[in-house]
T-cell receptor, first 120, second 110 residues
Framework: NAGVTQTPKFQVLKTGQSMTLQCAQDMNHNSMYWYRQDPGMGLRLIYYSASEGTTDKGEVPNGYNVSRLNKREFSLRLESAAPSQTSVYFC???????????????????FGAGTRLSVL | QKEVEQNSGPLSVPEGAIASLNCTYSDRGSQSFFWYRQYSGKSPELIMFIYSNGDKEDGRFTAQLNKASQYVSLLIRDSQPSDSATYLCAPRGPAGKSTFGDGTTLTVKP
C-alpha cells in the first residue's frame, strides 16, 4: 500500500518553463489537496478537490492550475514558473465527508513525500 | 489577523518535561482540529485530532479544546528527543478545508 505518491521528488526549472507535478493515491479517497511550504512556514493550500470532478481554489492559487484526472490522480501545473514558486510542494488526500462527530477521522489528511522545486 | 496562530518558537524543553503547544483560530465555524507532526525534511503526519470541548488523551499526548475561546493546545508529557519536530495545528472549517498554522518547532534536549 503506497499511500500518496508524488513525482518528481526534485526539480530545477528556469524562469518561464512549465511543468506538471503528479500525485496519485491508492486509498480510494475522495478529497485531494495541493500545498506549498516555504522555509519556516506552515502549509498553504493552493488548490483542492473535494471529490472527483470538482476543484476549488485555496489560499494561494495564482500561477497554478490543477486537474483531477480521476479519483486517484490530482496534478498541479505551473504554466510559467517564477522564482517565487521555489518551494516544497505536498500533495495530500483524505477520505472526505462529514466534518463532525464520529466522522472526523474521514478528514485526516495523508501526505506524499513532497516535491522540492527550485526556479532559477 | 491570521486564521491560525501558533505560539512562536522555537520551544526547547529538557527530556522528561512537559511540552505545551498552543493554537488559536479565527473561524468560529471550525468543527474539528488536527495536530500534525513534521520532522525536518519530511512530510506531516497526524498525531491527534479532537472535535469536542475538553481533553483527549492518547499515550503521552493530550489535546485540549475550548471552542468558546477558539483555542486548542497539545501537551506532550515525558518529552523525548524523538519528539523534536515541528507541530502544526490545523482547524478544519465547515467548507471542508483545513488551514494550517505556521507551526511550532520543538527541541527536546537529552
Amino acid at each position: 500500500n503506497a499511500g500518496v505518491t508524488q513525482t518528481p521528488k526534485f526539480q530545477v526549472l528556469k524562469t518561464g518553463q512549465s511543468m506538471t507535478l503528479q500525485c496519485a493515491q491508492d486509498m480510494n479517497h475522495n478529497s485531494m489537496y495541493w500545498y506549498r511550504q516555504d522555509p519556516g512556514m506552515g502549509l498553504r493550500l493552493i488548490y483542492y478537490s473535494a471529490s472527483e470532478g470538482t476543484t476549488d481554489k485555496g489560499e494561494v492559487p495564482n500561477g497554478y492550475n490543477v486537474s483531477r484526472l480521476n479519483k486517484r490522480e490530482f496534478s498541479l501545473r505551473l504554466e510559467s514558473a517564477a522564482p517565487s514558486q521555489t518551494s516544497v510542494y505536498f500533495c495530500a488526500s483524505s477520505e472526505g465527508g462529514l466534518a463532525g462527530g464520529g466522522q472526523v477521522a474521514k478528514n485526516i489528511q495523508y501526505f506524499g513525500a513532497g516535491t522540492r522545486l527550485s526556479v532559477l | 489577523q491570521k486564521e491560525v496562530e501558533q505560539n512562536s518558537g522555537p520551544l526547547s524543553v529538557p527530556e522528561g518535561a512537559i511540552a505545551s503547544l498552543n493554537c488559536t483560530y479565527s473561524d468560529r465555524g471550525s468543527q474539528s482540529f488536527f495536530w500534525y507532526r513534521q520532522y525536518s525534511g519530511k512530510s506531516p503526519e497526524l498525531i491527534m485530532f479532537i472535535y469536542s470541548n475538553g481533553d483527549k488523551e492518547d499515550g503521552r499526548f493530550t489535546a485540549q479544546l475550548n471552542k468558546a475561546s477558539q483555542y486548542v493546545s497539545l501537551l506532550i508529557r515525558d518529552s523525548q528527543p524523538s519528539d523534536s519536530a515541528t507541530y502544526l495545528c490545523a482547524p478544519r472549517g465547515p467548507a471542508g478545508k483545513s488551514t494550517f498554522g505556521d507551526g511550532t518547532t520543538l527541541t527536546v534536549k537529552p
